[in-house]
């Protein structure tokens, strides 16, 4: 009688290497959408190098093209995973660090924001292509279009509110989250273009002026190199 054939033993699991994370990112000092996924990295405590892909050189993008089937930027590469939007890289950031704690833990307060983090990501378009970011520049007397003014308006509101019910200085309480990422640009443009704000507003854009993250940001977008990027379309929503 033939003997059973004997299974071979599983091989030992492979040691897991850890391959260090990529954000991949256009201008320090005009993409707002770079700048969010910055700071959503590190508040997830990512271990991960910065990449800034040449808006105008041609075998960049296409590098980027090979990893991502996008050429939208920011685009973060780990563990596998190619994500080229914002509010992905957060839910991905948050799933995968749940100890981060980029969402706030009660239901109703994370509900709301992934509201205002959805809002900020698809809306405000007049704001997004009159008040292009510009962390450089301050220009005092700026007339804003009324269009922009109503955007202003309504981010506001959505910052008092936050502010009113969780007690700030963050919008969801005593630490950021998801949502102050995601409206931290807005707090740069508020400040580029002299949008005067109320004690509320004006507290809670000084706390995002004062996120480490926020400043380790800016310093290096004061020091990026100009060339290359003056070409870029800033009526583009950007
Ligand atoms: N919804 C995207 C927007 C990203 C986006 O529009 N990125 C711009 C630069 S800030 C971009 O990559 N544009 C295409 C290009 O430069 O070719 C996100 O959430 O990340």
Redesign the pocket.
């Known amino acids: 009688m033939p003997e059973p054939k004997r299974r071979r033993a599983a091989p030992p699991e492979a040691p897991a290497v850890a391959v260090p994370a990529v954000l991949h990112i256009?201008s320090r000092n005009y993409?707002?959408?770079?700048m969010r996924?910055f700071l959503l990295a590190r508040m997830a405590g990512l271990d991960f190098t910065v990449d800034t892909v040449s808006?105008d050189d041609p075998s960049a993008r296409a590098e980027l093209l090979l990893q991502s089937s996008s050429?939208?930027?920011?685009c973060l590469s780990h563990e596998g995973a190619e994500l080229?939007?914002?509010?992905a890289i957060a839910e991905y950031l948050n799933e995968r660090y749940p100890e981060a704690r980029m969402m706030p833990e009660e239901r109703i307060a994370r509900a709301r924001c992934r509201a205002i983090s959805g809002e900020m990501?698809a809306g405000f378009h007049a704001l997004r292509s009159t008040l292009p970011m510009n962390l450089r520049t301050t220009i005092p007397g700026f007339t804003i279009w009324s269009a922009a003014r109503a955007d202003i308006e309504r981010i506001l509101k959505l910052w008092r509110d936050c502010l009113a019910e969780w007690d700030g200085p963050w919008l969801f309480g005593t630490r950021p989250s998801v949502a102050d990422a995601m409206f931290a640009p807005v707090v740069t443009r508020f400040r580029t273009y002299a949008v005067a704000l109320d004690p509320g507003c004006e507290a809670y854009a000084r706390t995002i002026l004062t996120w480490p993250a926020v400043r380790e940001w800016i310093t290096a977008a004061e020091r990026e190199p100009e060339q290359g990027i003056a070409e870029l379309d800033l009526d583009a929503?950007?």
């Not at 993409?31 to 770079?34: I, M, R, T, Y």
């Not at 050429?71 to 920011?74: C, E, S």
């Not at 080229?84 to 509010?87: A, G, K, R, V």
């Open positions: 256009s993409s707002s959408w770079s996924g808006p050429i939208l930027l920011p080229w939007d914002t509010l990501h929503e950007f």
